[in-house]
Structure formats: structure tokens, C-alpha cells
């Protein structure tokens, strides 16, 4: 007598309500004939074997593995995959995957964790739908947490009137009531796999749910959005409707013809570069109704992607932006010391031409393109550009400074935001990231403000006014100077000897509270560069190097103010070079541990005012 194969049936509600023993007998003699009959139906079928990562599964209890021909299938039942691995401990469908929910509800479900066999729990973080096919899907599956497989649930399937017959070689889920097919798996070594997607489950009907209406309602009720409608007839807040099931399992052709909007760009938490250079956003607008006062139209922005520095430089025609590029590419690699690896910009013709991708391609730089018709992803220059118009809009409006001043007015916005905004998440200035120290801003001055430029190169008489009125426009890149427009001239000069009248009438009056002389030693720290600001108050002082062999051994005299506000009340300390290095910072709050030698007395001090006497020469 040939042994069959073992069989197990694990059927949900097959008793339920049943209370005599003899209906008891004869139903579970009913549902054993049923299995024999699949299992005699099963036996003239011809199975492929399987071969499954170099093992061969038998799939049927007959040997006609020999003539038949091998197939070779990928298993993949980890979260997200195609294969699911039937369970009859898991009590419910899971998966730790969300991209594979075609809805997926956050919240709504009736646990907060699972335990799994070895007593470790995860946490459900949603219940959703996942889709099979164009028109099935599972229904109630839960999104676990750090789930590392698809999970299908024996009981859940038994549960909603289906039979799982599992034997040697696969598992058939069956109709209770009509022995109707459902879906088939197979063995893979110890468990049993089902892939809803291979033509050997043999799926023919949805595995939870029957198709609804809620489509056809969906377009009977105006297109209005499956959520919206999912909630309105989950509260019974309107009549006429039941038995409808509103779920967004797929698209509507007519709601995108008549909704689809551009897609979200969330912003970045994490830092994509490691030093500055590194990438570089460039981008050009204009032209603008009116030329400035150089002639110029046109704008190119470049912002460093590591610290956010802007550089602006105006132009007067497009095709200028090459050879501007060019020679701030050689002086910023040259000023700091490193490589330009890419650049991004948009696909403007000033950008996306021959002469832009030969330089690129000679120097090794990689050049980087936003899609057309989106400027989001060139985003971190076209927010500098947004920032920049804005702040010189209300700088030229104050004191209805004319409009051919909005080269100035942008020049000098991108001077104060370099030195005032902080990175998102370095919360650090530009300036400090790029430069290495912290901005100095006493030397800011109100744009537009009234101003008085001294005459100078000129023959005065005894009588003649000493200046010219002006206002001021700006800050010199290269010079300790303002950048000011004398009206007397028509021209805009730079220049050191100037007073500034910061009042406003037309905002309530609002004067400078600063003396000429605190103007002057601010107007000192002020820093010097186009590309790379230099401030020079940071100076090193080498003692033993900086005199002769013979002047090595003479005396230095150090005269500290003890008290600012009375006139020549100084104090001389007497110390002798032995090779020491003095560092005279720019606030001049330089403690004399280095200078006193131990003198308690003198290290209580904290000086205002340092100057270094060396014979009769001033260092």
C-alpha cells in the first residue's frame, strides 16, 4: 500500500454552531472526501519541480520530475519582496515595507506592538492595503516596524472562509463552501512561499475584497477625492450610500487631467558637502528694466553649497558669464586652497554651452543641470536671489534712493547677508564658515544715508566748503573705504574720510549714536578682499625676528590705558624679548600674562589700549 502524502487542513468556523454530535461526525466526514478529492485531482496533474537557490523541490507526490523540464525562481519573502511566507503562528498580515502599501492609514489599528517568537516586540506603526494586481489587493495588512519579512496569516485567511491545505511539496488555499481555487503555494525547504504575481498561484479572485463601487461613486459624486468621501460616509454624515468601501487603490485619469500638481521638494537634514568649494549654485537673473549706474543689466549669484557664502557680479550682456566665472574660479581657488568639484545651475544658454562644458571638462569640474521648468532643484541660489531682491527693495525705498542704484543695493545686501544669516544646520555665519572667524558689522552703515565726502586733490581757498555732499552706497571690496555717491560729481567714489548723517524723517528721525572717533576705529576693523575678506587686525608680532642683532636686546615699553575716559593716565611695563611671540587681537583686550612675567598686579588688569614703543620707533 502506497503512503500519501501528509496533509494537514486548518479550517475557521467549519463547527461553529454546531451542538449534536452525529452533525459534527458526518461534516467532518464531508470535509475529508472534499480533500481527497483535491488530492486525487492534484495527483494526474504534472508539476515542474522547482530548483530554488541549487536545490530541487519535489512538487508532486508521482515521480515525473525526470522528463519534465527544470525552472529556476529567485525567492525574495523579506519585506518589500514578492514572495509571502504563510504563517499559522502570525495573527495577523505584516510586513516591514511602506513602499509597497497602495494606502496606508497611520494610527488606525487596534495594537501598538507584536511579539514575535524569541518574546522582542515591534511597533505597529499603520494598517493599509496592499496591491496585488491592477483590480486585487490584500486588505488589513499591518506596517511593522523594523519588520524583516512578509508575514501572511494563516488565521486571517481561515478566518474570512477559506481553507489552507498545506502538504509535502505546496499548500492550496481553497473555498470553504465550493472548494473553489483561491491561490497556490509552494515549499521552499523548511516553510511555505506564495507569489501572487507568478502565474502558478493561479489567482482568481481578490484575496479579502470583492471590487466595490467605490470608483463609481467616486465619479458619480463630482471627482471628489477618495479620502474626503472616505470620511464623510465613515461618520454617516450623509444618506443613500451603503455597502460602499472608498479606497484610493489606484488613479483617476480625470482627477489628474484636472488636479495633478508639481511634485513636493522637501528640504535636505543632512550636510551634502565637506568643505567649501566643494559645489558651487550659480545662477544669472535679468535683465532689468533699467540699467544700473555702471550699465549693467544683468546679475550672476554664486553661493557655496558648505558655507552658503554669496559672490554677486554684474554684467552687462549673457554672454559674459563665462569669462566672469572663469576668472572667479582661478582667484577663489587660488584664495583658498582647494578644488572645484561641481557646479549646478540651470539650463540657461549663458550656462549650458560649449565654452561652459570645455572648461568644466579641462579642469576636471562636473557640471550639474536642474530639470527644465524646475527651479527647485537649483533652489539654494534661487532663494539667494529672492533674498537679495527683497533686502534691496527696502534699502532703495528708505530714502527713495533712484532705482539705477539696485547694482549697489544688491552688492551690498549680499555684503550683510554673508555676514548675518546663519546655516540651517551648522548654525554658523557664511562668513565664520568660510573665513574661519566670527563677522565684525560696527562699521555698517544705513544705505542711502545722507553723507559728507572730504575734498581732496584739490586747491581750496581760505573760504571754500571742505566737502561735498554724497550718500552712501556700499562698501569697498578691496580698501578699508565706503563706497559713496557725490552729487557734486555724478560719480560714485571710495573713499576713508567721510561722516555719515544716519537720521530719517521719514521714520521717526532715528540718529547715529556713535562719535567720530568710535566711527574711525570701527571704519579700522573694516576687511578687505572681493572673494576672500581679510581682516588685518590680527597681527602676530615676533619679538625675537622682527629687529636686529643689535636692537634684539634693547627694552620694549608697553603703555596700557588704565582708564579710557581719563586723558594720559597710562602705565609702562618695561619687558625684555626672549624669542616670545605676542598676538595683539583687533578689541584690543589683550591680557598681560605674556607681557608681566608673574606680576600679579599688572595680570588683575585688563587694558583698553595697547600700543608697542620700540626706542623712538612706533611698531
Not at 511597533?123 to 524583516?148: F, M, P, R, W, Y
Not at 502565474?199 to 467605490?214: D, I, P, R, V
Not at 470608483?215 to 472616505?230: D, E, F, P, S, V
Not at 554669496?310 to 583658498?336: D, G, I
Request: hydrophobic share 30%.
Amino acid at each position: 500500500m502506497k503512503s500519501e502524502s501528509p496533509t494537514y487542513i486548518r479550517s475557521f468556523d467549519t463547527f461553529h454552531g454546531v451542538r449534536d454530535h452525529k452533525k459534527k461526525k458526518d461534516i467532518h466526514m464531508e470535509v475529508s472526501h472534499k480533500v481527497k478529492a483535491i488530492l486525487e485531482k492534484k495527483k494526474k496533474e504534472v508539476i515542474v519541480p522547482i530548483v530554488l537557490e541549487g536545490q530541487e523541490c519535489i512538487a508532486s507526490t508521482s515521480n515525473p520530475c525526470l522528463k519534465a523540464e527544470k525552472k529556476k525562481v529567485k525567492v525574495n519573502y523579506k519585506s518589500g519582496g514578492n514572495h509571502w511566507v504563510m504563517d499559522s503562528g502570525c495573527s495577523q498580515h505584516m510586513t516591514g515595507n511602506s513602499r509597497i502599501f497602495s494606502t496606508l492609514e497611520e494610527g488606525d489599528h487596534d495594537r501598538d506592538h507584536i511579539t514575535l517568537g524569541d518574546n522582542s516586540r515591534k511597533k505597529v506603526i499603520g494598517l493599509g492595503k496592499i496591491a496585488i494586481t491592477n483590480d486585487l489587493s490584500i486588505q488589513n495588512v499591518l506596517h511593522v516596524e523594523d519588520l524583516c519579512f512578509n508575514l501572511l496569516s494563516v488565521g486571517q485567511l481561515c478566518d474570512l472562509g477559506y481553507q489552507c491545505l498545506f502538504t509535502a511539496n505546496d499548500v492550496l488555499v481553497t473555498n470553504v463552501h465550493d472548494n473553489e481555487l483561491i491561490f497556490k503555494g509552494f515549499r521552499y525547504q523548511n516553510i511555505y512561499l506564495v507569489d501572487f504575481t507568478s502565474k502558478e498561484a493561479k489567482l482568481t479572485t481578490c484575496l479579502f475584497t470583492k471590487t466595490s463601487q467605490g470608483w463609481l461613486w467616486h465619479r458619480r459624486l463630482a471627482h471628489i477625492g477618495m479620502n474626503q468621501l472616505k470620511k464623510v460616509f465613515k461618520s454617516n454624515l450623509v444618506r443613500g450610500v451603503k455597502d460602499v468601501t472608498f479606497e484610493k487603490d489606484k488613479l483617476c485619469g480625470a482627477c489628474q487631467a484636472g488636479k495633478q500638481v508639481a511634485n513636493t521638494h522637501p528640504h535636505k537634514n543632512f550636510m551634502s558637502t565637506s568643505r567649501p568649494l566643494e559645489l558651487l549654485h550659480m545662477d544669472l537673473f535679468g535683465p532689468t528694466s533699467y540699467k544700473s549706474i555702471g550699465g549693467n543689466s544683468y546679475c550672476l549669484v554664486i553661493v557655496d553649497d558648505y558655507s552658503r557664502y554669496s559672490w554677486t557680479f554684474f554684467l552687462q550682456e549673457k554672454s559674459e558669464t563665462m569669462s566672469t566665472f572663469k576668472k572667479f574660479a582661478k582667484r577663489a581657488q587660488n584664495l583658498f586652497g582647494y578644488t572645484i568639484v561641481k557646479i549646478r545651475s540651470d539650463n540657461g544658454s549663458e550656462f549650458k554651452n560649449s565654452h561652459i562644458d570645455d572648461y568644466c571638462d579641462e579642469h576636471g569640474i562636473k557640471h550639474e543641470l536642474s530639470s527644465t521648468y524646475t527651479p527647485q532643484q537649483n533652489g539654494v541660489v534661487e532663494r539667494k536671489n529672492k533674498t537679495l531682491i527683497t533686502l534691496a527693495r527696502s534699502m532703495l525705498d528708505e530714502y527713495e534712493t533712484p532705482e539705477r542704484f539696485w547694482a549697489e543695493a544688491i552688492n551690498t545686501a549680499c555684503y550683510a547677508s554673508n555676514r548675518l544669516y546663519l546655516h540651517r544646520l551648522l548654525k554658523k555665519t557664511a562668513y565664520e564658515l568660510l573665513i574661519g572667524r566670527k563677522p565684525n558689522v560696527s562699521y555698517f552703515r544705513v544705505f542711502g544715508c545722507k553723507c559728507y565726502i572730504y575734498k581732496k586733490r584739490q586747491h581750496l581757498g581760505k573760504f571754500q566748503r571742505r566737502c561735498d555732499i554724497g550718500f552712501m552706497v556700499g562698501y569697498s571690496a578691496n580698501a578699508k573705504a565706503y563706497r559713496v555717491y557725490n552729487e557734486s560729481t555724478g560719480i560714485v567714489e571710495e573713499t576713508y574720510d567721510v561722516e555719515f548723517d544716519e537720521s530719517n524723517e521719514r521714520y521717526g528721525g532715528i540718529n547715529g549714536d556713535e562719535n567720530e572717533e568710535e566711527q574711525r576705529r570701527a571704519m579700522e576693523k573694516m576687511p578687505k578682499g572681493e572673494i576672500k575678506p581679510k581682516e588685518d587686525g590680527d597681527e602676530v608680532v615676533d619679538l625675537n625676528g622682527s629687529s636686529s642683532t643689535q636692537e634684539e636686546d634693547e627694552n620694549l615699553s608697553f603703555e596700557f590705558n588704565l582708564k579710557p575716559k581719563v586723558k594720559n593716565h597710562l602705565l609702562k611695563i618695561k619687558y625684555h624679548p626672549q624669542g616670545e611671540t605676542i598676538k595683539l587681537k583687533p578689541h584690543l583686550k589683550q591680557t598681560l600674562q605674556d607681557l608681566a612675567q608673574g606680576n600679579k598686579q599688572i595680570l588683575k588688569l585688563k587694558p583698553k589700549k595697547v600700543q608697542i614703543w620700540k626706542g623712538h620707533h612706533h611698531l
